[in-house]
């Protein structure tokens, strides 16, 4: 991308006020001088016993949110005892096999008071139906529960993988939890269009702001036409972006999203502006964390995380430094939750809200990533939109190739990377020892058993068939 030298923008029509349309200068507006953004780890570790302490830790420590990691065979739809299943059970998130394993997830924490945001997609309505019942058992009605569920199925065709059905099907699934949050009056976010996966597949800045968009326009449109009036979803719609080490670059990312959302949400729906509102959670880059040198990535956590606040997320998650080793220690993740705090409590950037405004560096890149952006989206509007621009494969081969030309730019050493192409020295990474998961497995395997002896058969027979008619559309 180009880096204009200066700007010459209309500062009265690109930048508004804070809070105001087009937003670019923040969703809000008081933004972080009210309060700071959410600080919301992302956790998940084999079983839910475990990843229970681990959440209450993390809310001991000054966490304001709870954000769920999920093992593959729970994002793929198989019970723990599949054979498909078989050596994946509780490696990269916590293994949910039932409302039971749920029950134990958030033991002990009241689910009206925490917001829990869950990454969970192609299953993303058996997962928000086992919180519900969860959150029944503790006594917590349904209009008293906040969070958000990803639920955004685009975006796993594009980089991720982890789908079950058929497009058409996958996005009713999505239009029906629009309906189902919108009708149980939740204070939850029924969908998290999610940038970040592309990002970490390779898109470049200006690919995640464009592909991420034009998925929320599908979305928008289906839900439309699934009868759900976007009154009713358009307020709760938020989006889930990466935070990279470009620090300027990112900041301009940010802005642009947020005013190319609201005006395009105005163009094409005649949005209110409850519903133009951009709103967003920033993960920083799992893909920028190396293996070599690892306390490195304190750094470049440090650095993305300025970022994303400096662009006013309002909701943030920091990556442990060890994470390209293993699953984050108890240590390295209370010290990447140490950084939001220092930079919440020390900096001084809760004071001041869009201090990057009016630079022209910044301004000037907001132009041109809004600007190439909405070229980007346009394409795909010619594509047939979101869906159909997935079945051609355009989105998979774009990524591919920006990944392509990453990666020989790193290998090229145009573009640096301290500890791996530059500044390297021989020290060994450190040994971290990885649980048993042979032995997590078992256990699992031992917890379900109990639950399908303990269950009325007759009962479950009538349920799945109850859910197969309702899928097929046959239902009363």
Do not use: C
Not at 360 to 370: G, M, N, P, Q
Request: aromatic share 8%.
């Amino acid at each position: 991308m180009a880096h204009p030298a200066d700007w010459s923008g209309d500062p009265a029509r690109e930048l508004g006020e804070p809070g105001a349309f087009p937003f670019t200068r923040g969703a809000y507006a008081e933004m972080y001088t009210r309060r700071p953004w959410t600080m919301r780890q992302y956790a998940g570790f084999g079983t839910a016993s475990e990843t229970n302490l681990r959440f209450r830790a993390l809310l001991a420590a000054g966490q304001t949110g709870l954000s769920t990691a999920f093992d593959l065979p729970t994002q793929m739809g198989y019970d723990s005892d599949h054979a498909m299943a078989s050596g994946e059970v509780g490696r990269v998130g916590v293994a949910i096999d039932s409302v039971e394993d749920l029950k134990t997830l958030f033991q002990e924490i009241p689910l009206d008071r925490v917001s829990t945001s869950m990454t969970i997609n192609a299953t993303a309505a058996i997962l928000l139906a086992m919180y519900v019942v969860a959150a029944e058992e503790q006594g917590v009605s349904r209009d008293k529960l906040g969070g958000t569920v990803q639920n955004d199925v685009l975006k796993e065709y594009i980089a991720r993988g982890t789908y079950i059905y058929p497009a058409a099907p996958s996005l009713r699934l999505v239009t029906d939890i629009f309906r189902f949050v919108a009708e149980e009056k939740m204070n939850f976010n029924p969908i998290s269009i999610s940038g970040y996966h592309m990002r970490e597949a390779g898109a470049t800045a200006v690919q995640e702001v464009a592909f991420t968009l034009a998925n929320a326009l599908e979305y928008v449109r289906r839900g439309i036409d699934a009868g759900v009036p976007l009154a009713a979803f358009g307020p709760r719609l938020s989006f889930f972006f990466a935070a990279h080490n470009d620090l300027f670059e990112e900041v301009a990312k940010f802005r642009a999203a947020r005013r190319l959302y609201a005006r395009l949400m105005r163009e094409r729906f005649n949005a209110d502006d409850a519903s133009a509102r951009f709103r967003f959670h920033t993960q920083t880059g799992g893909v920028t964390l190396q293996a070599q040198q690892p306390l490195n990535n304190v750094v470049r956590v440090t650095v993305q995380a300025l970022s994303a606040v400096l662009g006013g997320t309002q909701s943030l998650h920091t990556n442990a430094f060890d994470e390209a080793l293993a699953l984050p220690s108890q240590e390295s993740a209370t010290l990447a939750l140490r950084t939001q705090q220092v930079l919440a409590f020390e900096s001084g950037m809760t004071r001041h809200v869009d201090p990057l405004a009016g630079s022209w560096y910044v301004e000037s890149l907001t132009d041109r990533i809004e600007a190439d952006a909405r070229a980007l989206i346009e394409h795909v509007d010619a594509l047939g939109g979101a869906a159909a621009a997935v079945e051609q494969g355009y989105f998979q081969q774009a990524i591919a190739d920006s990944a392509w030309a990453i990666q020989q730019a790193q290998e090229s050493g145009e573009l640096s990377v301290v500890g791996v192409n530059r500044f390297t020295d021989e020290s060994p990474a450190p040994q971290i020892p990885l649980p048993d998961y042979g032995a997590l497995e078992a256990g699992q395997k031992q917890r379900l058993a109990l639950v399908k002896a303990k269950r009325d058969a007759a009962a479950v027979r009538a349920a799945l068939d109850a859910v197969r008619t309702a899928a097929t559309g046959n239902a009363a």
